[in-house]
């Protein structure tokens, strides 16, 4: 019988034949090139089935041929050699159970626990009364007057802030909207599981690399009773991650002109066991309705970079009315190494991605360099990094700096 039919005969790949093959577990005869299978090879097969069955591996089932093919074994002996090797599988196997119901009960703890913890109801983040103090028009800088609004918990979680100029915004699902009607709605929110399949191994590494870096150079205790603007705050990389060391009196003001990211966020800091001051603002980064020199320290993880691959003006020039005279800057920029003919990066914007001109702007903000990072380089993303063409060279650029006031 040659390998097909016996494969067939015994409901088995080719592959898996070939495989037994190399192992010397059948050795049919070979004639030409063609291997030929006999009643020896099927007794075999049918042994090799019935063990792995059993829950013997490849290798130990070699050795029990091994000894029955050499052994020249009696009947009495080979029933004998099969009782020890049984024994010793039903006892290699009573352990892996008693293992494994171990295991099965810590994961029955923790799940417990998790679930503990769910039945908890989520606690609504809105925009704190005690923050309006911070906002103002966009267009004249007046005072804003609340209206309409619904408050729990001392959170505004819907209603309507009106300027004496006319200007008006509105706030929706706890959220703050300078123009509701243009703001960004991506269906493509990616959730975690969801990114890390999509992206490529080596652009996750480069992101957790230079999230690490630039989480390591923050201090918390220093941010007591600050306020912290992350521009662009996407899918909270960044928030995510320093959450739980942020202090309760710390105001985090996270601005995107996407309202799907920002309600995806805030759904899932909704969950967390402790309540801190997030302040969700969706609009356009021109048109944010923040008083002037309000924020002590300047989150651009990806903001500025992202802005300019639609704008040549230099995002943080825009901003800079909203920085302390003494505020702190930690920044994370895209940084290509060359452009490609088809490059998506128009080329009027090309100097918000190359790290000389990005370094010398900061620089001309007045933050004096305390320490800068440069990752190592990639050449893919993902469905969700899809930023650069075949050919492009990225890196990320970061910096940590402060002014000195």
């Not at 042994?47 to 093919?69: A, N, P, Q, R």
């Not at 006319?166 to 599981?193: H, M, T, W």
């Not at 001109?357 to 993303?381: C, H, M, T």
């Given at each position: 019988?040659?390998?097909?039919?016996?494969?067939?005969?015994?409901?088995?790949?080719?592959?898996?034949?070939?495989?037994?093959?190399?192992?010397?577990?059948?050795?049919?005869?070979?004639?030409?090139?063609?291997?030929?299978?006999?009643?020896?090879?099927?007794?075999?097969?049918?042994?090799?089935?019935?063990?792995?069955?059993?829950?013997?591996?490849?290798?130990?089932?070699?050795?029990?041929?091994?000894?029955?093919?050499l052994g020249k074994m009696t009947s009495f002996q080979q029933e004998e050699y099969y009782q020890n090797i049984f024994k010793g599988k039903h006892e290699k196997i009573k352990m892996q159970i008693e293992a494994l119901n171990r295991k099965k009960s810590c994961l029955e703890d923790e799940l417990q626990k998790l679930d503990g913890k769910r039945e908890a109801k989520p606690f609504p983040m809105g925009i704190s009364l005690?923050?309006?103090?911070?906002?103002?028009?966009?267009?004249?800088?007046?005072?804003?007057?609340?209206?309409?609004?619904?408050?729990?918990?001392?959170?505004?979680?819907?209603?309507?802030?009106?300027?004496?100029?006319?200007?008006?915004?509105?706030?929706?699902?706890?959220?703050?909207?300078?123009?509701?009607?243009?703001?960004?709605?991506?269906?493509?929110?990616?959730?975690?599981?969801?990114?890390?399949?999509?992206?490529?191994?080596?652009?996750?590494?480069?992101?957790?690399?230079?999230?690490?870096?630039?989480?390591?150079?923050?201090?918390?205790?220093?941010?007591?009773?600050?306020?912290?603007?992350?521009?662009?705050?996407?899918?909270?990389?960044?928030?995510?991650?320093?959450?739980?060391?942020?202090?309760?009196?710390?105001?985090?003001?996270?601005?995107?002109?996407?309202?799907?990211?920002?309600?995806?966020?805030?759904?899932?800091?909704?969950?967390?066991?402790?309540?801190?001051?997030?302040?969700?603002?969706?609009?356009?980064?021109?048109?944010?309705?923040?008083?002037?020199?309000?924020?002590?320290?300047?989150?651009?993880?990806?903001?500025?970079?992202?802005?300019?691959?639609?704008?040549?003006?230099?995002?943080?020039?825009?901003?800079?009315?909203?920085?302390?005279?003494?505020?702190?800057?930690?920044?994370?920029?895209?940084?290509?190494?060359?452009?490609?003919?088809?490059?998506?990066?128009?080329?009027?914007?090309?100097?918000?991605?190359?790290?000389?001109?990005?370094?010398?702007?900061?620089?001309?903000?007045?933050?004096?360099?305390?320490?800068?990072?440069?990752?190592?380089?990639?050449?893919?993303?993902?469905?969700?990094?899809?930023?650069?063409?075949?050919?492009?060279?990225?890196?990320?650029?970061?910096?940590?700096?402060?002014?000195?006031?």
């Open positions: 019988m040659k390998i097909g039919a016996f494969a067939r005969h015994n409901r088995v790949s080719i592959d898996t034949i070939r495989h037994y093959i190399d192992l010397e577990l059948l050795i049919p005869q070979k004639i030409g090139k063609q291997y030929q299978f006999d009643l020896s090879c099927q007794k075999d097969l049918e042994e090799i089935l019935y063990f792995k069955s059993l829950g013997f591996t490849l290798l130990e089932i070699k050795d029990i041929f091994i000894v029955k093919h005690n923050w309006l103090r911070l906002l103002c028009c966009h267009r004249c800088g007046g005072p804003l007057l609340l209206k309409e609004a619904a408050v729990e918990d001392n959170m505004i979680l819907s209603g309507t802030l009106k300027c004496s100029c006319g200007v008006e915004y509105s706030i929706q699902d706890g959220i703050l909207f300078v123009n509701p009607d243009k703001a960004v709605c991506e269906d493509r929110v990616p959730e975690p599981l969801s990114y890390i399949r999509h992206t490529d191994a080596a652009y996750l590494n480069h992101v957790y690399k230079t999230l690490e870096w630039t989480v390591q150079k923050i201090d918390f205790k220093g941010l007591s009773e600050k306020v912290v603007l992350e521009l662009g705050s996407g899918s909270g990389f960044l928030l995510r991650r320093i959450y739980d060391d942020l202090p309760e009196n710390t105001v985090y003001i996270a601005v995107d002109c996407n309202r799907s990211s920002l309600l995806s966020l805030k759904k899932i800091l909704e969950k967390a066991e402790k309540k801190k001051e997030i302040f969700f603002i969706c609009c356009d980064f021109l048109e944010l309705p923040l008083a002037e020199r309000s924020a002590d320290l300047i989150c651009d993880f990806a903001g500025s970079s992202n802005y300019g691959f639609d704008h040549s003006e230099f995002l943080l020039n825009s901003m800079e009315r909203y920085f302390k005279k003494d505020a702190a800057l930690f920044g994370s920029y895209i940084i290509f190494r060359n452009f490609s003919s088809d490059s998506l990066v128009p080329v009027d914007c090309r100097e918000n991605f190359r790290v000389g001109p990005v370094a010398r702007k900061i620089e001309e903000l007045g933050f004096l360099k305390q320490s800068d990072y440069l990752s190592d380089v990639v050449a893919k993303g993902g469905i969700y990094e899809n930023y650069f063409q075949n050919g492009e060279k990225v890196l990320t650029y970061g910096f940590v700096g402060k002014r000195l006031g």
